[in-house]
């Protein structure tokens, strides 16, 4: 397996689907290294400890991280199963910017921006990310978030480890559609 695809696979089985694999997760989202190495290589998924170390530290959106000792591993954000991952809110930027395609476009303006099959609403701190993130479904247009008018009328701010901002949903009226 390359390194992308023990990227995707551990992505399916740490955020979305552990059952695939047989392994369970704790309510916040960790699992024993150690079994997830032996289910992955029962499924002939040929990797090792050294090589799953690889592949945590250079993704490149960090998606995953070790516990203290490196016995446990989990997703830092993205999950669709319920886990709580203990994020504080914090104070946003003055802007954020998320990145969608236009076909989304009639509906953000009714809905705003909704947390969908996640746990929140996906933001990013510059435009870049954003155009990165619309551009996994085609031409992207980037929305740009008034956050902080947001979060002084009550709205709550996480930041998750590999630096995506988290929000529950971004009422229309905060979105600049350009
Ligand atoms: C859209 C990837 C209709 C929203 C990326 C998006 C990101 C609406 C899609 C992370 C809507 C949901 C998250 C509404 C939002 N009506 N469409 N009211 N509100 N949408 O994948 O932000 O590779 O759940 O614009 O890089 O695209 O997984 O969210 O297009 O960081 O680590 O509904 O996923 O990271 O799609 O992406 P997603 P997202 P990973």
């Not at 809110?89 to 236009?102: C, E, K, Q, R, S």
Request: glycine fraction near 6%.
């Amino acid at each position: 397996m390359n390194t992308k695809h023990i990227s995707k696979f551990l992505s399916l089985v740490l955020r979305h689907n552990p059952d695939k694999l047989g392994i369970t997760l704790d309510t916040q989202g960790w699992t024993d290294v150690n079994i997830l190495l032996q289910k992955m290589n029962a499924q002939g998924k040929n990797v090792d400890v050294e090589r799953l170390k690889e592949v945590v530290a250079t993704n490149d959106k960090k998606r995953f991280a070790f516990n203290e000792d490196q016995t446990m591993i989990r997703a830092n954000q993205g999950h669709s199963i319920s886990v709580d991952l203990n994020y504080e809110a914090i104070t946003p930027p003055n802007f954020l910017y998320h990145g969608t395609v236009p076909k989304f476009m009639g509906e953000i303006k009714q809905q705003g921006l909704r947390k969908m099959s996640r746990h929140h609403v996906h933001l990013s701190e510059d435009k870049t990310t954003a155009m990165r993130v619309g551009a996994r479904r085609g031409v992207p247009t980037i929305l740009v978030i008034r956050s902080s008018e947001m979060h002084q009328k009550g709205h709550l701010f996480y930041k998750s480890e590999n630096n995506v901002w988290l929000t529950d949903h971004v009422p229309s009226e905060f979105i600049d559609f350009k």
